[in-house]
């Protein structure tokens, strides 16, 4: 069982994801029945898989919700507010279970009794509704309509619907096992658009030996035919056209019931064209492969160890004059390239694994805040290291929870300011160079920087002398300290005293970095860069002493000559003018350990960058570029600042990366 | 056979004495390399090395005990230790066998918080007429000395 356990979990998730975004597609167009029928497929299938690996809770509440969305799309229950939020509980309980399942291995002994009660009496409150209720049809009607509208509208696509009744042998044993063999076969084939049983009660043996289905295929007659014939136990087979109402009606000579049927049935399939293409939206299941972490980290290794030994004859290409060993070099530079860029891509993921589960998350904030929001979404599409789209999350969720809670006001709020009732919040996210950029925006409150500068007097972040000069720029920083928080209450959703430092530190944590522009009334913008991936990157590699250090390209701007003269210093730092700016100079050897040499005329300097700020890096020569490999340092040396990582040199030898971050 | 149990440990010499890890906790025993030094560390870690394409830190035992250092010789070994995720190695005077020390013949170590050798002992077990002291792998990763 267990090696199905992964399979089973891999799929479920993608069920719930579908189911996700379904319900959220459904809140906003009750009426649109083809995603009821989705959604009921969904359950089913979730409902069939927990089943065969004996989750019996998983399969009693995915039948529950079966039972309630058969009933929406019988039109014996209206769909309302309230069932959506218990389907959203549904979901949520079920995805719980499959945390559960995933962390444990088994099934979490709770049988989610209220749930189930609340579904039921949903269930059951649609069918002593259903006489009372005027406007809908008697149930078999409906069906009747609905079911020859999804026929029609195959044979208008040239498909066939095909009416088959089937006998299964008096001594079939396990008469739902061999249906569900059957309906499994058809399903392979084309649509179960009908059932006489239902479903449902096929799966419970309710019936006798015959059942009979509507199927829509492009297969021909014959073929169905042998299919059937060649499953065991079954008695008899027929098979027959179905003509779609519209024709047969034309036959018929009950005018205005034909009538007043196509007129409904046109206006049925328009906007049912129209929810097809939603549902199409909704449905686009990305064709992906799955591959075990440890294997692709492996096929990682070995590029490295490509580079590492690249690098190695590089080395020795100095000392020897062969072109040929040149020759060899440059091929295998190229193949390394090739690979490290084959094996980044199958490492790759869409950022949507990480965005998807936004759209429910700003649904429910902002019902609990009573506010209106609108989310935006852009490239999803954009790809990203798959170790990234683990450490981005909570970020990201973080920052989502402050625009909420803190930048978009109440809609009354927001109407006397002269704004849309509705808040948007935008997430965009694009590939920027060797970076992803990604930008959370709204057009809420923004931020009260003379608040922001009274707060930061009051925890002593700033002195009040400090606060009369300071820039808004600089105040963005202090929203970045520890323990920073403006809200003015504690809410459940933010402000827990835990802030934008926390942000800050998980992005920096993965070589990234984070902006903040804000405009008083108008919004918030969030910029985090991150890098396209964390294992291989490009650095200049400097001497300090004897020692190699390596700095990483991505936050160099220059490399310069500083002549001891152009060096001023004010309170122990120094500085330097650089493009009419002053900037902090580090000298990188005190700051080793490496105790500063006598003093030089000239010194060789690398000009870095941290987002907007700037610094000068002494040091004392210059080796080269060089791709490298980043090794992580390890938890045990966690403590140890200034370092992002270490590498392997050419010759073997470790060598550090600065954390230009931490040195800025 | 008395039905005590037995448990494996790697034994290795500090100055006189000898000492023991738990099998479990050793993945290999490797001879000095060179290392790079990481600024503004502890001094009881000396530094880097590169084992086989990892990056593995190395920790000077002796320094790490409060003992007296000692140059790195042809007899020196890195004792490549494992405790959770954390892998590090460990630099000892010379490595010794494997042995095979009962359950029984393994004494609570008197408690002396203020000792770093004390500090850092689970057990001391005898083996005839030898004592070996079992460290406690756990106490020998905390970073102040």
Redesign the interface.
């Known amino acids: 069982m267990s090696q199905y356990l992964n399979l089973f979990i891999e799929e479920s998730n993608e069920h719930l994801q579908n189911m996700n975004d379904i319900l959220l597609e459904l809140e906003k167009d009750t009426e649109n029945i083809s995603l009821v029928n989705e959604l009921f497929r969904v359950a089913h299938t979730l409902k069939g898989m927990s089943g065969t690996m004996g989750f019996t809770n998983m399969a009693d509440l995915t039948h529950e919700m079966e039972s309630v969305l058969d009933g929406v799309r019988n039109n014996r229950i209206h769909l309302n507010e309230n069932i959506i939020d218990v389907l959203f509980e549904c979901f949520d309980t079920l995805d719980e279970m499959v945390s559960y399942i995933v962390e444990n291995g088994k099934e979490f002994e709770d049988n989610n009794k209220e749930l189930i009660e609340k579904l039921r009496e949903i269930a059951g409150g649609g069918k002593t509704s259903k006489t009372t209720n005027s406007h809908t049809k008697t149930q078999s009607n409906y069906l009747d309509s609905y079911v020859l509208n999804v026929i029609e509208e195959a044979q208008n696509r040239g498909l066939n619907a095909y009416n088959i009744s089937i006998t299964l042998s008096p001594d079939c044993m396990l008469k739902s096992a061999r249906a569900f063999v059957i309906v499994n076969t058809l399903d392979a084939i084309g649509d179960i658009v009908y059932s006489n049983p239902s479903t449902e009660d096929i799966e419970d043996e309710q019936f006798d030996l015959e059942f009979s289905l509507i199927l829509i295929t492009s297969a021909e007659k014959d073929t169905l035919l042998e299919k059937l014939n060649n499953i065991s136990e079954v008695e008899h087979v027929e098979i027959e056209l179905v003509e779609s109402d519209k024709k047969k009606g034309e036959k018929e000579d009950d005018k205005n019931k034909n009538e007043s049927i196509a007129v409904k049935e046109d206006m049925q399939v328009d906007k049912k064209t129209d929810e097809k293409d939603k549902l199409s939206k909704v449905n686009k299941v990305t064709k992906t492969v799955r591959v075990d972490i440890d294997r692709l980290d492996n096929l990682m290794n070995l590029a490295s160890e490509l580079i590492i030994i690249k690098n190695r004859m590089e080395d020795l290409s100095g000392t020897s004059n062969k072109e040929d060993m040149v020759q060899a070099i440059e091929s295998l530079e190229r193949i390394t390239t090739n690979l490290h860029n084959a094996v980044m891509k199958v490492r790759m993921v869409p950022i949507e694994r990480v965005f998807n589960r936004f759209p429910r998350m700003v649904r429910d904030l902002s019902k609990e805040l009573n506010k209106k929001v609108k989310l935006n979404m852009y490239g999803e599409n954009t790809e990203v290291d798959r170790t990234v789209i683990d450490e981005i999350g909570d970020p990201l969720i973080h920052l989502i929870r402050n625009s909420l809670d803190h930048g978009i006001e109440y809609p009354q709020e927001r109407i006397k300011l002269g704004k849309s009732e509705e808040g948007n919040l935008t997430l965009k996210a694009y590939p920027d160079g060797n970076n992803v950029v990604i930008e959370i925006s709204d057009d809420g409150s923004g931020i009260d920087f003379e608040k922001v500068k009274k707060k930061s007097i009051e925890k002593g972040l700033i002195t009040e002398q400090e606060a009369e000069n300071i820039t808004e720029n600089e105040l963005v920083n202090v929203l970045f300290e520890p323990g920073f928080s403006t809200s003015d209450e504690i809410t459940e959703i933010s402000g827990r005293g835990v802030g934008l430092d926390v942000v800050k530190n998980k992005i920096e944590s993965i070589n990234g970095t984070i902006e903040l522009e804000s405009q008083r009334h108008r919004g918030t913008k969030f910029t985090i860069r991150i890098p396209l991936t964390l294992a291989i990157i490009q650095v200049l590699l400097v001497m300090l002493r004897d020692e190699i250090y390596a700095i990483p390209l991505s936050s160099i701007i220059e490399i310069i000559t500083v002549k001891k003269d152009n060096i001023r210093s004010i309170h122990e730092q120094e500085i330097m003018l650089y493009r009419g700016k002053t900037i902090p100079i580090v000298r990188l050897d005190k700051l080793m350990g490496l105790g500063s040499e006598e003093l030089l005329d000239e010194y060789v300097a690398v000009v870095v960058r941290k987002g907007e700020k700037l610094a000068v890096l002494l040091v004392d020569n210059l080796i080269g570029q060089q791709e490298i490999v980043i090794k992580p340092l390890g938890k045990y040396l966690s403590f140890i600042k200034h370092f992002s990582g270490a590498t392997i040199l050419g010759n073997g030898d470790v060598s550090l990366i600065l954390d230009v971050n931490s040195l800025v | 056979m008395a039905s005590t149990i037995q448990s494996k440990y790697v034994t290795f010499k500090l100055g006189k004495e000898y000492y023991g890890l738990p099998i479990e906790n050793v993945l290999s025993i490797e001879k000095p390399s060179?290392?790079?030094?990481?600024?503004?560390?502890p001094d009881f870690?000396i530094?880097?090395?590169?084992l086989r394409?990892?990056?593995i830190?190395v920790v000077d035992l002796r320094t790490k005990l409060g003992m007296e250092k000692k140059q790195v010789d042809k007899d020196s070994r890195i004792i490549i230790m494992k405790e959770k995720?954390?892998?590090?190695g460990l630099i000892v005077d010379s490595s010794k066998e494997v042995l095979d020390i009962d359950e029984e013949d393994i004494d609570k170590p008197p408690t002396d918080e203020t000792n770093a050798i004390i500090d850092c002992i689970s057990g001391i077990g005898k083996k005839g007429e030898r004592l070996i002291f079992i460290l406690n792998s756990l106490k020998l990763?905390e970073?102040r000395s």
Do not use: F, H, Q, S
């Open positions: 060179k290392t790079t030094r990481i600024p503004n560390a870690i530094g880097l090395i590169n394409g990892d990056v830190p995720e954390n892998i590090v990763l970073i």
